[in-house]
């Protein structure tokens, strides 16, 4: 039997960097309903998606874009709601690159979660060059974020989140 942390029905625990902790089933909904708070609020909110910094690793500009609906799969959104996920994607994508968070993103996206959501994993210098760049070393990097970060690069991001929110607001018009 598949015993995977992130699966919906099995109770997960995570800290946020700033130390809060939280304990839910399923992220994503946990978001949605209030049980989970951002770091510094929604960047973006609509009645279909949200945008987040991540919670649990400190990396610049590491955005989180979720349903607040409880679905598994691309497939599973209505052609509109395709369409909003792919402004919401530009200008998350636009954003980091035009606050020169970074000039490089790996999308990651996959049906383990049980909750859909995509990252836009901004690719810092600092760990390109530790690690590499690219889908292999995002696990690498997160742990290496989680134990390292220090107190200046975490009030750098929650700086950004706020930059980042203007930028969706200016930019995403729905």
């Known amino acids: 039997m598949l015993k995977d942390e992130n699966l919906v029905g099995y109770a997960r625990e995570a800290t946020d960097f700033l130390g809060n902790k939280y304990q839910f089933d399923c992220m994503g909904c946990s978001f949605s309903n209030g049980e989970i708070k951002p770091i510094n609020d929604f960047i973006y909110e609509s009645d279909n998606f949200f945008v987040v ?67 836009l994993f901004p690719n810092s210098e600092k760990e390109i060059k530790k690690f590499g760049a690219g889908v292999s070393y995002v696990r690498s990097i997160c742990q290496d974020l989680k134990e390292n970060a220090t107190k200046e690069e975490k009030e750098e991001i929650i700086n950004t989140i706020e930059k980042i929110r203007e930028y969706y607001k200016k930019n995403l018009k729905r």
């Open 53 to 119: 910094q991540d919670i649990e690793i400190p990396l610049n500009g590491f955005l989180v874009i979720s349903t607040k609906k409880h679905i598994n799969s691309y497939i599973e959104l209505t052609k509109e709601e395709q369409y909003e996920l792919a402004d919401i994607l530009e200008i998350g994508i636009r954003s980091i690159k035009e606050l020169n968070i970074s000039d490089k993103i790996t999308l990651v996206q996959e049906e383990k979660s049980k909750h859909f959501h995509v990252w």
